[in-house]
């Protein structure tokens, strides 16, 4: 069989056309893989797969771009599609799994660097501070002016192997947050009573899960070294505030002193922030969850 030719744009690569890249080379992982970066259009005309470069955006001929008049594609929110979020949205359910779980993906990872490219989205420090990014990432692997040992298409094929692992561990956290959102949800559904869940272990997403439900005030887990905890569901998942935080009183506490002000024998601590409070047992933890529903 022959090689399956990609074909993106030469020069200076960025995270779209690199994320392109990864994703294509994921959902075709089954195929030797020829990747060209060139602007020659007969070389363009020549991929199997294009993206990022040729002025074409069309599904069936298996062309991503998006630097054509008009663009490629919107999305509700306003976020234009670049050539990352064009092949993601080709190939990104069947890679993830689900559609909830590509959309997960494209929330998370895909618009953010489709809105950079399109110069739509623009990271403003706060306060001085930068947080570092993917883009940031992907941008530093690109030779510097003073480099000559490294040429720029062995720059571009790091950094598609770093967008590679990137993606492969992005879709296994969809999915383990599809699992957990699950379990979440017959956890709320199983509860007699709805103020108090108990979801076992610390699932991700379980703030988002719970503050969708009206009721939950606190959950109820096992934490990683077999103590039990509970923590105050938030007023939304956007915000870090409780709807009913443990009693002002409790606050910054630990073990005698927290076990005499809650009559709980094995407290352990209840945080400064009033969102997470411990105790050696699950009865322990309970006890001081129901304790607080009532203060």
């Known amino acids: 069989m022959e090689p399956l030719v990609i074909v993106t744009h030469d020069g200076t690569f960025h995270t779209d056309d690199v994320f392109a890249c990864a994703t294509v080379s994921l959902a ?40 054509q008049k008009g663009g490629a594609d919107t999305r509700d929110n306003g976020i234009p599609y670049a050539s990352f979020g064009l092949v993601w ?5 069947e890679l993830a799994g689900s559609i909830d779980n590509a959309q997960f993906i494209d929330e998370q990872l895909v618009q953010g660097i489709d809105g950079a490219d399109n110069g739509v989205v623009n990271k403003v420090a706060d306060n001085g501070v930068y947080s570092y990014s993917v883009i940031d990432a992907i941008s530093a692997l690109r030779p510097t002016w003073e480099e000559d040992e490294l040429s720029i298409d062995e720059a571009f094929m790091q950094a ?50 719970m503050s969708s439900y009206p009721e939950p005030l606190y959950v109820l887990y096992e934490r990683s070294d077999g103590t039990w905890g509970a923590k105050a569901v938030r007023v939304t998942p956007a915000e870090f505030a409780s709807r009913k935080p443990f009693p002002e009183n409790w606050t910054g506490l630990r073990d005698e002193e927290l076990q005499a002000v809650t009559g709980v024998p094995d407290a352990i601590f209840c945080h400064n922030g009033g969102f997470l409070i411990a105790a050696k047992s699950r009865e322990g933890a309970l006890t001081l969850a129901q304790k607080a529903v009532v203060l």
């Open 28 to 67: 075709f992982s089954d195929r030797e893989i020829e990747i060209v970066r060139s602007r020659d259009e007969e070389v363009i005309q020549s991929g199997d797969i294009v993206f990022d470069v040729g002025g074409i955006y069309d599904i069936e001929t298996l062309r991503f771009d998006h630097h």
């Open 89 to 93: 949205r080709q190939f990104g359910v």
């Open 160 to 209: 598609v192997n770093m967008a590679v692992n990137i993606l492969e561990r992005m879709i296994k956290h969809s999915q383990a947050y599809s699992h957990a959102r699950e379990l979440l949800e017959n956890a709320y559904e199983e509860s007699a009573d709805k103020t108090i869940i108990d979801i076992g272990k610390e699932y991700p997403g379980w703030y988002e899960v």
